[in-house]
């Protein structure tokens, strides 16, 4: 039983490294993200860009978007794995996907918080059904949903089977969102279009039509690279948890 | 032509006890009369209305589709249909059953909301009966296949609701616009956007249903 639990956590030779690497690199990002000023004409590499209607609210999006981008990322995972679990039958790809939803719950749920927080500063409520805000709840919805059918199935290859077609079946209806949001609301969120006389055009506001300096751009992309790391190596320890408890659960059975 | 059996079967099996027809009928009316209760004599805008239209019609339809696969596992007849049938043909036939009964609910619910809502003037006959036509057609599809996945699992009645909706969310914001637009009196030309995202909602749906049930069926 014992070595059964060595052979699989031993994850790799350059673990240590990548572990190091992670630390210093969100650690950086972490400073970066919170501490750096924000001045009118940034001259010097650690000074963000002054912008009308945000000033301080700005930073969230060193920490704001890795959270929502990685609640798709989870999601696209499930949808693969489950896909792959329908192919091959395959109990551990259900773990995988298992692992990917339960880190996708939890940054989806972050996401909502900070930006709905966000939201009450920038926009002056929590909640104004944008359709950014309008598609994280709906993706809410779907992890829940995708929860709540696999806690009421017992039989373990029934569980993975219909909790991987509904998987696939959620995912369908991503499209529609993307298409259909910008129609039926108006965007608040910075970078969003908006539609006018039924053509889908750059938004004219100084918040939602904002552009990043290069170092701004710098550090949100080594926030999204740090955060996204971090959470293959969440997922990766959570499978393993996964199917190790499932081998323990099995072993005890036979014994 | 199994696929027509099946429904056969179901729609006699209905129609003997009328269990399920009559129960969704004091449904929609309950529905709509407590949306008439809670408005009293208020003023409600038009495009309130076309919202609570496709309210009522969500949440009947939550009441009423699950029964085709649950009724079979609960009298213990669906391990005759997997000996009779392939798979792709009972979804059919389940799917047309469904079909059925989403037009004759849909329409009933439409007469009657149009009675009793003042404010609910269709000016654009043709643009709401065929966004009505297309939106049936998703809502059955994809109330089929939830019906199918809820009908393995425990606490069928209240899982119900709670799947469909993130799968029906985007099938009713598009009907609630096309409703507003019809209601609006829009040229066709307005709403084609709109109707051809209905259009294909409905194909990929059906596409990726029929691809999957043969999982959902086969334990």
Redesign the interface.
Known sequence: MERLVVLHLNLGKYEMIWKIFLFILLAFVLVAGIAFPIVPHPHSWYEFPFIQGLGENAKIIFFHVPTAWLASVAFLMSTIYSIKYLRKKNLDDDAKSYAANQLGIIFCILATVTGAVWARFAWGSFWSWDPRQTSIFALLLIYGAWFALRSSIEQEDKRATLSAVYSIIAFLTVPFFIFIMPRIMLGLHPGAEEVENGKVVQSSSPVINFQMNGNMLFIFFLSLIGFTILYFWMWKLGYKTIILKEKINKNHIRE | MKAYALYKKDIHSELRTRYAINSLAMFIVVAISVILFSIGNEQISQSLTAGLFWVVIFFSAMSGLARVFVSEEERGTSLTLHLIAAPSTIYSGKLLYNLILVFCMNIAIAILYSALFNAFIIRNFGLFALSLFAGNIGLAV?ST??AA??S????KGT?FP??A???L???I??LV?LTSLSNQGAAFS?AF??LA?LI??DV??LT??YM?FD??WK?
Not at chain 2, 152 to 155: I, Q, R
């Open positions: 994809s296949t939830i996945i809820i393995k699992a425990n606490a899982l709670v799947l909706f993130p799968i969310l985007p099938l914001l598009i616009q307005d956007f709109e995202i294909c909602y990929i749906m990726g249903s999957l999982f959902i334990d």
